[in-house]
Nanobody, 122 residues
Framework: QLQLVESGGGLVQPGGSLKLSCAAS????????ISWFRQAPGKDREGVSC????????SYADSVKGRFTISRDNAKNTVFLQMNSLKPEDTAIYYC???????????????WGKGTLVTVSS
């Protein structure tokens, strides 16, 4: 069974940091781009960041540039999202998903995780 499992979410104060992980099972991520999306209550799912299969190319939403860093460890079959300087508006469920390339389109994603909740609040 092809699965992506997110972890690392939680409650953090504004200005704090969290590191999310996205672990794959049932397949190897070597040939896949991995994206992070998020969905806040009452809002559409939006793309946050993506990393190419080689790790040589990354992209970020304008709202997180300079604060979030995506990385991957293909040997561990895992992708990470380091989130710094967190803001209340970053509060959302964060999902990772695999695709052939970093299109940023929800419909292009093949496998989705179930998400991990990030809450930024004092």
């Amino acid at each position: 069974q092809l699965q992506l499992v997110e972890s690392g979410g939680g409650l953090v104060q504004p200005g704090g940091s969290l590191k999310l992980s996205c672990a794959a099972s049932g397949f190897t991520i070597d040939h896949y781009a991995i994206s992070w999306f998020r969905q806040a209550p009452g809002k559409d799912r939006e793309g946050v960041s993506c990393i190419s299969s080689s790790g040589g190319s990354t992209s970020y939403a304008d709202s997180v540039k300079g604060r979030f860093t995506i990385s991957r460890d293909n040997a561990k079959n895992t992708v990470f999202l380091q989130m710094n300087s967190l803001k209340p508006e970053d509060t959302a469920i964060y999902y990772c998903a695999s695709s052939l390339d970093c299109s940023g389109r929800v419909d292009d994603m093949d496998v989705w995780g179930k998400g991990t909740l990030v809450t930024v609040s004092s």
